[in-house]
């Protein structure tokens, strides 16, 4: 009989069946209901990576060897990952108690410097922990045959954890009715549309993310898609000009590919992968963490969302926590936009219930954890199984929360609707903000990122530097602000001394960046101007042809540029509203 059998036949939940051990952090799995025999270990060994395994048997359980074999198993600590044992090298087993001189003290094992990063690692998907036994195969294909998987083609990167390159996953909360007790919620009949819309960009070296939430009322244009049929064929979705962004699915039959197309096209991000939840995901994903702490600036009483909530921090689970998330007449303005901002503050807190010790340190809730959240996700199929969807969890555990920034898609009012319901992206802050993650600039300071950043900086300055006189430019305004080429021009040759620079008017396109394209020959020119105006190295864009006569260098100003005088180096900047995932604000 196997563990889950085993769990079943004496009315126990599997989950409990997985003890904590003190000493080394190791979870150990009790096979019997005895709790009083507290002095003779009856735990099952988890296999190391060494490939020690016994012999598995049909139900998952592993083949026992000689009475002896038994006695010195017993004693094992069940191991994680191939770790070393408390007192050896790998694939050296602890000497047993026994082995201990009489009247000595026993030694205590060391903990083990691993445990908080192979705690943490657990804590995103539970079922790492007790899929790694023999004994947790059935736990395997309960977990594997939890999740819906859609076929969006060859959309994305089907190899992005060992790309060695950013990641992009869509989260997309639909506003589908399924589950008990939801069919109150959302709109009548709905096929389920793209309501609640983040993306996660998780840079390149997994030290930050940005999750940027996209809104639901946000007019733009639906490209058209091809979607997967039932019987296998493949149908073109016609798109649409300058409507809702959420009709980006179910819509006219739209899969989660067109949302992926339409995040493109609207961001110049490429999504890898899709993760897409409805209501029921909320209620149970709170309740199996044991509820999501939030707060609130004011008292709520909201007859649509039906949230009834005192001022100040509660924790809310099952229904409470859907109607917070739905809530947006609770807030001051009463808008989609409000509701993100109160949506962006319960994930960050429960991923920080989630890496909490109350919940690593509990076999019941990673269990729940686990269970619910396979059972509430619909994903790519590239990622739609079990080995896979820990791959992807691994590498989002190396992000400290800290570095995960929660912020919304720059918008403005409609300025085609007299009395605006809908939102239009920012022309000004918008592409700032997707140039940056374009680029993969976190939005948080991560020392390593800050120290990176100099050492180009220095690198960039290094060597000789023309005289002001010497040098020679064309400015450009690609920017937002009008008459910047004019007032550039005018600083550099009053303040400067760069009076070999001209006003080229407007560029021929808007650039999000400023730059400054110059020859190899003219990169003692290229130091200097970069010096005066606080140019970053990502702005220096060296040609492989020297240049010719009096040709010069081309300096187009972008989004970023300020004012004549202001420095465009450090770290880049945006004036938007941003929320880190280990802080807890109220919503007002």
């Known amino acids: 009989m196997d563990a889950q059998g085993r769990g079943r036949a004496e009315e126990i939940d599997p989950a409990d069946q997985w003890v904590l051990n003190p000493d080394t952090g190791d979870y150990e799995l009790r096979l019997n209901n005895s709790g009083g025999d507290s002095g003779r270990a009856s735990g099952v060994s988890a296999p190391r990576s060494s490939g020690r395994r016994g012999a598995v048997r049909e139900g998952g359980g ?32 602890a000497p047993a108690a026994a082995d201990n001189g009489a009247g000595r003290r026993k030694r205590k094992a060391p903990k083990p410097r691993r445990k908080k990063a192979l705690l943490w690692t657990g804590g995103v998907m539970a079922f790492l922990l007790v899929t790694a036994s023999a004994g947790g195969y059935w736990l395997y294909q309960h977990f594997n045959g939890n999740l819906s998987t859609v076929d969006i083609g060859d959309r994305g990167n089907k190899d992005v954890v060992t790309a060695n390159a950013p990641m992009n996953i869509l989260v997309i909360g639909t506003d589908k009715r399924t589950g008990k007790g939801n069919e109150g919620y959302g709109d009548k009949g709905s096929t389920g549309h793209a309501d609640t819309n983040i993306l996660f960009h998780v ?39 300058n409507v809702r962004f959420n009709t980006s699915l179910g819509q006219d039959g739209r899969d989660p590919g067109c949302t992926m197309d339409t995040v493109k096209e609207l961001t110049g991000l490429t999504v890898d992968h899709f993760m897409m939840v409805d209501f029921n995901a909320v209620k149970e994903l709170s ?70 010790d109350d919940t690593l340190t509990s076999p019941t809730k990673l269990f729940k954890l686990a269970d619910s959240a396979t059972r509430a996700l619909t994903v790519d199929s590239a990622i739609g199984s079990v080995p896979k969807l820990s791959s992807l969890a691994k590498e989002l555990t190396k992000i400290d929360t800290k570095n995960i920034t929660f912020v919304t898609l720059p ?143 081309v300096l187009t100003l972008g989004a970023d540029f300020k004012g004549a005088g202001t420095p465009i180096t450090g770290p880049a900047k945006i004036d938007i509203p941003k929320a880190s995932a280990d802080k807890a604000e109220c919503a007002k």
């Open 62 to 93: 592993e083949r026992r060897g000689a009475a002896g074999e038994d006695a010195r198993r017993s004693r094992e600590v069940p191991r994680q990952g191939g770790r070393r044992s408390a007192s050896g090298p790998r694939g050296q087993e």
């Open 287 to 356: 309740t199996a963490v044991g509820g999501v702490d939030i707060c609130l600036a004011h008292a709520v009483k909201d007859e649509k969302s039906h949230l009834d909530l005192p001022a100040g921090p509660s924790t809310v689970q099952g229904e409470q926590a859907l109607a917070f998330v739905r809530t947006r007449h609770a807030y001051a303005n009463g808008s989609d936009l409000d509701r993100i901002k109160g949506q962006q503050q319960f994930i960050g807190s429960m991923i920080r219930q989630m890496k909490s």
């Open 203 to 241: 840079s390149k070296d997994r030290t930050n993310a940005t999750a940027m939430s996209i809104p639901r009322d946000l007019m733009t244009n639906i490209p058209d898609c091809e979607t997967k049929q039932a019987d296998g064929s493949e149908k073109t979705i016609p798109g649409t000009q």
């Open 411 to 553: 918008v403005i009012d409609n300025p085609a609707e007299p009395t605006p319901i809908t939102v239009v992206v920012d022309p000004v802050k918008a592409p700032q903000l997707l140039t940056m993650m374009q680029q993969d600039t976190s939005l948080t300071e991560v020392a390593a990122q800050k120290k990176a950043a100099k050492s180009k900086q220095d690198a960039l300055l290094k060597g000789t530097k023309a005289a002001a006189a010497d040098v020679r430019v064309d400015v450009y305004n690609g920017g937002e602000l009008a008459g910047a080429a004019q007032q550039t021009v005018t600083w550099l040759q009053n303040d400067k001394g760069v009076l070999k620079s001209t006003n080229k008017a407007n560029a021929p396109a808007k650039a999000a960046k400023t730059t400054l394209a110059y020859a190899p020959n003219q990169a003692d020119q290229a130091r200097a101007l970069a010096e005066m105006m606080g140019l970053p190295a990502s702005a220096m864009k060296p040609g492989t042809k020297d240049a010719e006569g009096l040709q010069a260098m």
